[in-house]
């Protein structure tokens, strides 16, 4: 009996090849007597061990010939490369092991008559989502029984491509009626473009079906992802996007609408273009926040600073908390309410340090900014202190990362609402401390300006989300 099949001496042969990602082929076990052990999570053979953790799935070919798909290990150092797919071949496997693993039938969202893109955005992340293409999902996709004809690809070229997509194809389809279901090769900002590019002209038919989005986090903070996923067993998020991909099921994504003054505009290109919003409306799946972490967020977004990662906002973080010349952190002014049974409470103070409404746990894998948000639970929650100083600012911040502590900590509210309004009280016509952040976009208010933010409906959500929950 032939059992799994690797490089000659049954290890991981290593690459020569410095890029972050490559396939690499095992070739074929070939000799008797090589029966792999199943055991603690764990398929040995020979001198060889692929951890079920590493795996992604498992495919039959029709000469009864497995193929063992499953990325590299994780570094542990963060360092080199993020991903690399291994594709291992055997004749027998333990029972156990294909129990888990063996690949049966795709879910109905990735099947007939649904039509199916994927959606590549270049610069998303520190731009890894072409490569992961190109190295993990296309062969992958192919096992799988989806071929190329089988998909349209779609590769971002500015930064309208996605809202382009989502307010033309893409609404087209839902409100004829169409299932269509996107794989997305982005962070956050890919889903909150779909969803805009899906409502902004509010031309939703009583047809409507709603697109399914599956994503694989190729972004920066992959807020969303994180929250959906969250706790993940897994030490690999391109592993846990592929599993819910292939075994996920489709769930309405809450989302929640922010609303602005007139004058309010979408800050993008590092700042120097502005443009209205569409009915001066923007939808949102993650976060509305005003104050350190939407000035964090909008100081950061650029071509220098993404090249970090997602360690740009702790770079920009140190320069806003401690200014130059030992002032302390800025202090913004607001009026600030909570909406609770559908009446406003009003924040005591007029000055701000953060304050966010969240529709999600995690804006990072483990920046736990709203500890008590369960995946899809559709429950605003404002997370809100005052201009504490830099020291105290980043404990709380610490908390955050600390699986969510500082919410018991006396400085901080932590309130599930039903809302959230904020009347802009800083004066000068530069919206420099008048920005806002809705899942990564950044919209600057004028002065005298509001922004209101609500929870849609449910049964009125935009799209469904591929989920393992
Ligand atoms: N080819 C392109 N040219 C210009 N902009 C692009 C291009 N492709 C993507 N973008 C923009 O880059 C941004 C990438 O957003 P995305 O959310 O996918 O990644 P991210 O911001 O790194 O991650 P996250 O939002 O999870 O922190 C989006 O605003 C998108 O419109």
């Known amino acids: 009996m032939t059992a799994p099949s690797s490089s000659s001496d049954g290890t991981y042969p290593s690459s020569d090849s410095d890029t972050e990602s490559s396939t690499t082929n095992y070739g074929h076990y070939g000799y008797s007597g090589e029966e792999p052990v199943y055991r603690e999570g764990s398929l040995t053979w020979a001198k060889s061990t692929l951890k079920d953790e590493d795996i992604i799935t498992v495919t039959k070919d029709e000469g009864n010939e497995y193929t063992i798909f499953s990325l590299a290990p ?67 996709l192919k096992a799988v029984g989806l071929a190329d004809p089988s998909y349209v690809v779609l590769r971002t070229k500015s930064t309208e491509s996605v809202k382009e997509f989502a307010r033309s194809r893409l609404l087209a389809g839902a409100n004829a009626g169409s299932e269509q279901t996107v794989l997305m090769l982005s962070g956050d900002g890919g889903m909150v473009d779909t969803i805009n590019g899906l409502l902004e002209e509010e031309s939703r038919s009583s047809n409507y079906v709603p697109p399914v989005l599956s994503q694989l986090p190729l972004g920066t903070g992959n807020a969303l992802f994180h929250s959906l996923h969250r706790p993940s067993p897994l030490p690999s998020i391109y592993i846990q996007g592929l599993r819910t991909l292939l075994h996920g099921t489709p769930k309405p994504l809450p989302i929640f609408k922010a609303r602005f003054s007139p004058g309010a505009r979408l800050v993008t290109d590092e700042g120097q273009t502005a443009t209205a919003l569409s009915n001066n409306t923007l939808y949102g799946a993650v976060v509305a926040s005003y104050g350190l972490h939407a000035t964090l967020v909008a100081d950061s977004d650029t071509t220098e600073y993404r090249k970090h990662g997602d360690k740009r906002f702790g770079l920009v973080a140190k320069d806003l908390l401690f200014p130059e010349g030992g002032e302390s952190p800025h202090a913004y002014k607001a009026d600030v309410a909570l909406v609770k049974s559908g009446k406003d ?125």
């Not at 150092?77 to 092991?97: H, M, N, S, V």
């Not at 969240?358 to 894998?365: G, I």
């Not at 920005?435 to 209101?452: K, N, S, T, Y």
């Open 74 to 140: 994780a570094d542990p150092d963060g360092k080199g490369r993020l991903y690399e797919l291994r594709t291992t071949f055997a004749t027998l496997l333990p029972q156990a092991f294909l129990d888990k693993h063996l690949f049966t039938t795709l879910p109905q969202h990735l099947l007939p008559p649904n039509t199916l893109h994927v959606l590549i955005s270049t610069l998303s992340g520190t731009g890894l989502a072409p490569d992961f293409f190109d190295e993990v999902l296309h062969p992958l």
């Open 345 to 469: 409470e009003v924040v005591g103070t007029q000055e701000h340090g953060y304050v966010l409404a969240s529709l999600v746990s995690n804006l990072e894998k483990t920046f736990a900014i709203s500890p008590a948000s369960r995946p899809l639970d559709g429950q605003l929650r404002v997370l809100q202190f005052g201009p504490l100083g830099g020291e105290k600012t980043m404990d709380v911040m610490k908390g955050a990362y600390a699986d969510g502590a500082h919410v018991e900590m006396d400085e901080v509210g932590y309130d599930a609402v039903e809302g959230l309004r904020i009347n802009f009280l800083e004066e000068g016509t530069e919206w420099k401390w008048r920005r806002c952040c809705i899942d990564g976009l950044i919209v600057g208010v004028e002065e005298g300006g509001w922004m209101e933010v609500q929870v849609v409906p449910r049964g009125a959500e935009a799209v469904l989300v591929a989920s393992d929950v």
